[in-house]
């Protein structure tokens, strides 16, 4: 996966299939399912974060090792948050939109919030990934994430 970051121009290329770019707050993923949605409505992670909560969140866990899915979930306001509004952020973060979160997906999570963010460690995606794949299925599914956020 690939971050970009120009100017006032942000991309993040999961894939040959996904391409998520931000503009000036405007996101437009490309997929063939997801591009019509995201162009459509133009939702990004801050029409339902504050920018502001989610910088917070993320000056929290800078140093590698130190991320806490609770406390990113406490400090970005996603804990807060409606079911409806943890599925839409869910939504945002299932990056080739399979409907899970899977552990490859799972290590750039904090890039889905701002492109120049770390990669979580191998031990902080394992251990995020044990905190919610209640099936043991490898991945993370929306009902999975979103009882994790709110608990």
């Known amino acids: 996966m690939v971050c970009y970051k120009t100017l006032n121009k942000q991309a993040y290329c999961g894939d040959v299939f996904t391409c ?9 993923v490309y997929n063939t399912f997801f591009f019509f949605l995201m162009t459509r409505f133009k939702m990004s992670i801050t029409d339902l974060l504050s920018p502001s909560a989610i910088a917070a969140a993320l000056r929290d866990c800078q140093a590698p ?34 409907g899970f ?15 120049g963010a770390r990669v979580l460690t191998t031990s902080e995606t394992k251990t995020f990934l044990a905190a919610a794949d209640h099936d043991g299925d490898g ?13």
């Open 20 to 28: 998520v770019c931000v503009c000036n707050s405007l996101v437009l």
């Open 101 to 115: 979160i899977e552990e490859d997906e799972l290590k750039y999570f904090l890039q889905r919030f701002e492109c």
């Open 65 to 98: 090792d130190s991320f806490s899915h609770k406390k990113f979930f406490q400090l970005s306001g996603m804990s807060k948050k409606s079911s409806s509004q943890i599925k839409d952020i869910f939504r945002l973060l299932d990056n080739d939109q399979s």
């Open 139 to 151: 991945k993370i599914g929306v009902e999975e994430f979103q009882e994790m956020v709110l608990s």
